[in-house]
């Protein structure tokens, strides 16, 4: 079994930044890829960011492109997402996932989640 931690949420006002961690627990996670997702009070949750195993192969929400970057540190078992110039429409309960066979934008192709982490901005 997998358990998934995220921490680093917040709040911060427009323009500000902020980086997410996701860490791994109770078995290597090496050859899995991460994602991260997000869930806006009243809608769905949406895909964010996802990354390959081995950090090679990322793809964005055309929503974060250029603005929130995904990266992994298998040593430590540990996923992040960096956000910069957080909008308000960013706030949402973040979410990671893991344990897809390859970068993927549906949540039903991650095994494992956490349980969430709040990122409120501010406008």
């Known amino acids: 079994q997998v358990q998934l931690v995220e921490s680093g949420g917040g709040l911060v006002h427009t323009g500000g930044s902020l980086r997410l961690s996701c860490a791994a627990s109770?078995?290597?996670?090496?050859?899995?890829?991460m994602g991260w997702f997000r869930q806006a009070p009243g809608k769905e949750r949406d895909f964010v960011a996802a990354i390959s195993w081995g950090g090679g192969s990322t793809y964005y929400a055309d929503s974060v492109k250029g603005r929130f970057t995904i990266s992994r540190d298998n040593a430590k078992n540990t996923g992040y997402l960096q956000m910069n110039s957080l909008k308000p429409e960013d706030t949402a309960v973040y979410y990671c996932?893991?344990?897809?066979?390859?970068?993927?934008?549906?949540?039903?192709?991650?095994?494992?989640w956490g349980q969430g982490t709040q990122v409120t901005v501010s406008s």
């Open positions: 109770g078995r290597t996670l090496r050859t899995r890829a």
């Open positions: 996932a893991a344990g897809a066979t390859g970068v993927d934008d549906r949540s039903i192709a991650y095994d494992y």
